[in-house]
């Protein structure tokens, strides 16, 4: 179980590294190896892998903002 955790989160990293390359691939910029690695690495994975990375990460995103927002904007809710 513990590897299985540590795998998403080398495979949300990766999805992070590969976006970035791919979004300068499209600019027409050149890649750095390291970024070639990454993009091929993530066109590799299965679909499975890539949908729980991608899911973990929104989940993680909209996790730290709904937390973050009940913090903040919670301070000006009174309560009755």
Do not use: C, N
């Amino acid at each position: 179980m513990a590897d299985e955790s540590t795998e998403i989160f080398d495979d949300v990293y990766l999805g992070l590294r590969a976006g970035g390359a791919a979004r300068k691939q499209r600019r027409g910029e050149t890649l750095t190896v390291e970024e070639q690695e990454a993009l091929g690495r993530w066109q590799r994975l299965s679909t499975a892998r890539k949908a729980v990375a991608i899911g973990g990460f929104a989940v993680g995103t909209f996790g730290i903002g709904f937390t973050l927002g009940g913090l903040i904007f919670g301070r000006w809710r009174k309560a009755a």
